[in-house]
């Protein structure tokens, strides 16, 4: 049974950082893309970040580049997201989520390619 669970969520003042951690477990991590999306309240979800299987690629959002950096671990099958000079627009319910790709060295940021999602960890950033 496949299982994602992100951790390291909280509360944090605007221009303080966090960084969020996606365990898996039951599939072959290094055959999966990992992303991360985020959802705020009345909001669609949207992309953040994804990292390839090599980790040779990532891929940001525009709202989110040069603060968040995506990284991953594949010996503890896990990735971690950075978040650096937090925004209140940051504030949403981020999720981890995991994609089967043949190639070493491809990302997507299309939300249907992903198999397997975690439940999410909240991320609320007061002003």
């Known amino acids: 049974q496949v299982q994602v669970v992100e951790s390291g969520g909280g509360l944090v003042q605007a221009g303080g950082s966090l960084s969020l951690s996606c365990a898996t477990s039951?599939?072959?991590?290094?055959?999966?893309?990992m992303v991360w999306f985020r959802q705020a309240p009345g909001k669609e979800r949207e992309f953040v970040g994804a990292?390839?299987?090599?980790?040779?690629?990532?891929n940001y959002a525009d709202s989110v580049k040069g603060r968040f950096t995506i990284s991953r671990d594949n010996a503890k099958n896990t990735v971690h997201l950075q978040m650096n000079s937090l925004k209140p627009e940051d504030t949403a319910l981020y999720y981890c989520?995991?994609?089967?790709?043949?190639?070493?060295?491809?990302?997507?940021?299309?939300?249907?390619?992903?198999?397997?999602w975690g439940q999410g960890t909240q991320v609320t950033v007061s002003s």
């Open positions: 039951g599939l072959t991590f290094t055959n999966y893309v």
């Open positions: 989520a995991a994609d089967p790709k043949i190639s070493r060295y491809v990302t997507s940021q299309s939300e249907n390619e992903y198999n397997y």
């Open positions: 990292i390839s299987r090599s980790a040779s690629v990532t």
